[in-house]
């Protein structure tokens, strides 16, 4: 029987390794145009260093998922992290040689994006695994926390030892990346099951197994669930993502204190860690999960409009906070539901689809804020702009049966858009990568 949560050493680990990961993640996005600054790189070399991170890691999302589903996850895990400590430590040794020049650093940069990359679709598919699906919503919300955690005290760190010494952010990155590995290499994963039983009596049919395809995303683009959700992944990390950017820029443009600026940031983190600490009690209050997720989404729209009309600096800061708040509920409850809906063969693929989604989401938010910014002068009225798609999203959550009738769905089991209890032949629909797509597939939209 699996232990409770704070007993589950195989849970623990997993958090562990992952928390270091992002934390390492952060400090490399803030030490790399440091240091690339600092030995009298352009603007232009620092967007190039930003650009091949993200790059890299979006490239691999595809191909890093069918690899979570198709090799050992444990040994996928720790071989990324056993990349990027090698990596990284080449860049500290550089720059305590005082050789580390611009190719060096784009080329660990090529490396740290690709591997951290491969690494999230092999955790996240590997959570299943280690922790019951009764207590799957408990864990997702303790997750939620690791990257506003790794958000809050990253960059700062980052700032701080490279204040101290330049090699200091590398070296404490090639510290933390080792420890990770070595903690990844002392996971004990359970054999994972070759398909998810499917249907019942109730059903009227009789229970049986079926094996996901080896190869494809066509399984999961079939499922109703896995479409609407992933389509409202996409649709708010864009439009969050646009707002984020007119903040800055707009208290840049009104001459908003640096400090302040930090601070609103800060807002940002601390509202996101305390999302994640009450998403779990609202999972046990019994709440719909569609009702969550339609919920924090016309949270998210109407905060932004608050935020159009609101005092900059910190006042600005805190409703950035309580939109943060409300990201890991919905989030936790958007996650829960795919997982159940996914055979464990296809959760790596799974990852790595919406990976891909966040990150192509991530590109597009400060290309829609520039657009938004070349429209109008008006800082109020360009985030009213991200306001709007905000409120587009949440009117397609509202409108999309699917959305609206996730149900408790943490019986880890076929999809069928619709919570629990899906017939064999409906599981079909979902998992046969020869059969027709279902017909209600709309609500994604």
């Known amino acids: ?11 623990r680990v997993l958090w562990s390794g992952m928390l270091l990961s992002e934390l390492a993640g952060e400090v490399a996005y803030i030490a790399f145009p440091l240091l690339v600054l600092a030995h009298g790189g352009s603007a232009t ?3 190039g260093v930003a650009a091949v991170l993200a790059g890299a890691r979006t490239l691999v999302s595809l191909p890093a998922g069918v690899l979570a589903d198709r090799a050992d996850r444990k040994r996928v895990m720790a071989a990324t992290q056993g990349v990027r400590t090698v990596a990284m430590l080449s860049v500290a040794v550089g720059v305590l040689l005082g050789d580390c020049p611009l190719w060096h650093v784009l080329l660990v940069a090529v490396v740290e994006g690709a591997a951290a990359g491969v690494f999230v679709p092999a955790e996240n598919a590997a959570l299943p695994q280690v922790v019951p699906e009764d207590v799957l919503p408990r864990a997702l919300a303790r997750n939620a926390a690791r990257p506003f955690a790794a958000l ?6 980052a700032g701080f030892t490279f204040g101290l010494h330049e090699v200091l952010p590398f070296a404490l990155n090639t510290s933390v990346l080792a420890v990770s590995f070595v903690a990844l290499a002392a996971l004990h994963l359970p054999r994972r099951a070759a398909g998810p039983p499917v249907g019942s009596p109730a059903d009227g049919g009789a229970v049986t197994t079926v094996a996901p395809r080896p190869g494809g995303f066509g399984p999961l683009l079939r499922m109703r669930t896995v479409r609407a959700t992933t389509a409202w992944i996409v649709g708010v990390n864009l439009a969050f993502h646009t707002l984020v950017v007119l903040v800055l820029v707009v208290s840049g443009e009104e001459h908003v204190a640096p400090g302040q600026m930090g601070l609103m940031m800060t807002c940002f983190g601390a509202g996101g860690l305390v999302g994640a600490l009450i998403a779990d009690r609202l999972h046990a209050a019994a709440l719909s999960p569609g009702a969550l997720v339609i919920g924090s989404t016309w949270v998210f729209a109407a905060v932004a409009v608050a935020m159009a009309y609101a005092p900059r600096g910190v006042p600005l800061g805190i409703l950035l906070g309580v939109a943060a708040t409300a990201m890991p509920v919905a989030n936790t409850t958007v996650i829960t539901c795919q997982l159940a809906s996914v055979p464990d063969g296809l959760r790596g693929r799974l990852s790595g689809l919406v990976a891909l989604g966040s990150e192509l989401a991530a ?10 910014s070349a429209g109008t002068g008006d800082g109020s009225v360009r985030m009213l ?5 905000l409120a587009v999203v949440a009117v397609g ?9 996730l149900g408790p769905a943490f019986r880890i089991g076929p999809d069928r858009g619709a919570g629990p209890g899906a017939s064999a032949r409906e599981a079909e629909e979902g998992s046969n990568a020869a059969g027709a797509p279902p017909g209600g597939g709309r609500g994604s939209h």
């Open 1 to 11: 029987m699996t232990p409770p949560l704070p007993r589950n050493r195989n849970y």
């Open 45 to 47: 070399a620092v967007a």
């Open 152 to 157: 809050l005290i990253g960059p700062a760190l």
């Open 363 to 372: 590109t597009a938010g400060p290309v829609t804020a520039g657009v938004l």
């Open 385 to 389: 702009g991200a306001a709007g798609l």
């Open 397 to 405: 959550a509202t409108l999309s049966p699917t959305l609206r009738r």
